[in-house]
């Protein structure tokens, strides 16, 4: 049974269910973009405004608000980005939404908002594990940086704590040695556009079956724009792609020192782990080619093929 079956009234009209969509990431519009060309009709876009994202230091902030308005939908800004606010409170009091789907939020939902909802809310998290491991902050980021070579993907009903809702749905992707951020927010908008399509209608009408999450939870550490240094003398040359690839476009990036100056690395790849260079430190530049540049590190050569100062 797809979404479009089970909720959208005859002939294409707009469903009776009072849907709100919660996202300020590229990979909220991705995601937008998806349900939407599975006719879904959301109610209102909760988005923050770039002012709000600027001083709230938002990681990969876009603004969904033009999307929102091709749609005709209305665009709610909220006060606060953790909708704390007395004024954010009576917005979700007054529209009565039944179900909120988040599409990139990096705060916590009250419990203010959350009891104003009829149904309630949906996240969508994921880790290298099956939940309750992999809880927390940035756990693409993190999986990039770890190495690892899946993703398993999670839907689940929010609480008010981190991460710690019933589950009830999960896919698995890869991550693969050519994979970046983009690459992985790309394939999250795909599953959970899936997930959310094939259990949306069971959950709206009260026989969705969801699983409390078992076992000892993990958490993945918050990430700030200052914690992309590269470290020379700590990183070998794996853990250096797999750290500028966990940090690139659209997050800030990950920057070092390269000839004597402050650089945002977007792009490196491991160019070699035989040709040595006895007599060059970690970090320094040994060879130029055009506008790429290949550095020595600890078991290896970077080449670096997208860089700017900083």
Not at 1 to 28: K, N
Not at 111 to 118: C, Y
Not at 204 to 233: C, F, M, N, V
Not at 282 to 298: M, Q
Request: net charge negative; with cysteine; hydrophobic share 40%.
């Amino acid at each position: 049974m797809t979404f479009q079956d089970s909720v959208l009234l005859p002939g294409g009209e707009p469903p009776s269910r009072r849907i709100v969509f919660a996202g300020c990431h590229v990979y909220g519009r991705w995601l937008f973009e998806r349900l939407s060309a599975a006719r879904w009709q959301f109610a209102y876009v909760v988005c923050p405004t770039p002012k709000t994202a600027e001083a709230e230091h938002i990681s990969g902030y876009e603004d969904l608000g033009e999307i929102a308005a091709r749609h005709n939908i209305p665009v709610y800004r909220p006060v606060s980005y953790s909708l704390r606010t007395p004024k954010d409170h009576e917005f979700f009091e007054r529209e009565q939404f039944d179900l909120l789907v988040q599409g990139g939020w990096q705060r916590l939902f009250p419990e203010e908002v959350l009891r104003a909802l009829r149904t309630g809310a949906i996240g969508v998290h994921g880790s290298s594990d099956f939940l309750p491991k992999g809880r927390g902050r940035s756990p693409l980021n993190w999986s990039i940086i770890e190495g690892r070579q899946r993703f398993i993907l999670h839907l689940f009903l929010i609480k008010p704590g981190v991460d710690d809702g019933d589950v009830f749905d999960y896919d698995i992707f890869d991550i693969t040695p050519f994979d970046s951020i983009e690459t992985l927010y790309q394939k999250n908008a795909i599953l959970t556009a899936r997930m959310l399509e094939r259990s949306i209608s069971h959950l709206l009408d009260g026989t969705l079956k969801a699983i409390p999450q078992h076992g000892t939870p993990s958490y993945y550490p918050k990430r700030s724009p200052d914690d992309g240094l590269i470290d020379w003398e700590e990183l070998d040359v794996w853990q250096i792609h797999n750290w500028v690839r966990a940090l690139t476009r659209p997050y800030p990036g990950a920057f070092a020192v390269l000839n004597g100056a402050m650089t945002t690395i977007w792009k490196a790849t491991v160019f070699d782990t035989r040709i040595t260079y006895e007599n060059a430190s970690y970090g320094e530049v040994v060879e130029v080619f055009d506008d790429r540049l290949v550095v020595n590190c600890r078991g290896g050569l970077l080449l670096v093929e997208d860089w700017e100062p900083r």
